[in-house]
């Protein structure tokens, strides 16, 4: 087990709603990571820390999106007014050695 | 950015047989590609990577090659096995960490 834990689980949301997704890794890493993926396609990179500063944000995440990291640790993605468009499983990763990234179990959001 | 293609999107073998899968990346830069193996509902799980100062990589039943000059790897599956039967993604990156994935491919090993 990688050992990242990752909730909810599911989330069904209606659309305009604001939704937070959790990430906590059972072990100190020194970057964690957040890609979205769709059915049918590779998770896309959403952003990432090291420690507790973001580090780079992909053009996949509009203002709606924001995500922290507070003292390195969890780490937490907000969606706000969420559109249909959102709906997908959010995937957070951690990695330290070199690229080495191993993922969570994920969130799977439904905008209805 | 960096742009990964991988083929072919579904790839049907009988038990036993060997399976391959290929990849294209854009960025020349990138310097780690690694393989990840996703069965129905559970998480991308990593299986085997390889560095761009190696050529070759094995891993009992899996092995992985990579050709810099011509900007390609690829994902060796000998002697399938039913539960080797789920979806296969290549990634690439550079010094930045971020994964750019490639879109799939369905391995389905029949018995």
């Known amino acids: 087990d990688t050992g990242v834990s990752q909730n909810p689980r599911h989330k069904i949301t209606k659309r305009g709603q604001n939704v937070t997704f959790r990430c906590d890794p059972i072990?100190?890493?020194?970057?964690l990571y957040w890609y979205r993926q769709t059915l049918g396609q590779g998770p896309e990179f959403l952003t990432y820390?090291?420690?507790?500063?973001?580090?780079?944000k992909s053009r996949l995440l509009s203002d709606r999106f924001s995500a922290e990291r507070p003292k390195g640790s969890f780490s937490t993605l907000e969606i706000q007014r969420t559109e249909q468009g959102d709906s997908a499983m959010y995937l957070c990763?951690?990695?330290?050695?070199?690229?080495?990234?191993?993922f969570g179990p994920g969130t799977r959001l439904t905008v209805t | 950015g960096e742009n990964v293609e991988q083929h072919p999107s579904t790839l049907s073998v009988q038990e036993g047989d060997s399976a391959v899968i290929k990849c294209t990346y854009s960025?020349?830069?990138?310097?780690?590609f690694p393989w990840y193996k996703q069965e129905l509902g559970k998480r991308p799980q990593l299986i085997i990577d390889?560095?761009?100062?190696?050529g070759e990589k094995k891993d009992q039943r899996i092995a992985v090659t990579l050709n810099k000059t011509a900007k390609h790897f690829s994902l060796h599956i000998t002697e399938t096995q039913p539960e080797d039967s789920a979806v296969y993604f290549c990634?690439?990156?550079?010094?930045?960490?971020?994964?750019?994935f490639g879109a799939g491919t369905t391995v389905t090993v029949r018995a």
């Open positions: 072990s100190e890493h020194n970057r």
């Open positions: 960025d020349s830069a990138s310097n780690y």
């Open positions: 820390f090291q420690n507790e500063a973001q580090l780079e």
């Open positions: 390889i560095r761009s100062n190696v």
């Open positions: 990634a690439a990156s550079t010094f930045d960490y971020k994964l750019s």
């Open positions: 990763a951690v990695g330290d050695r070199e690229n080495e990234q191993y």
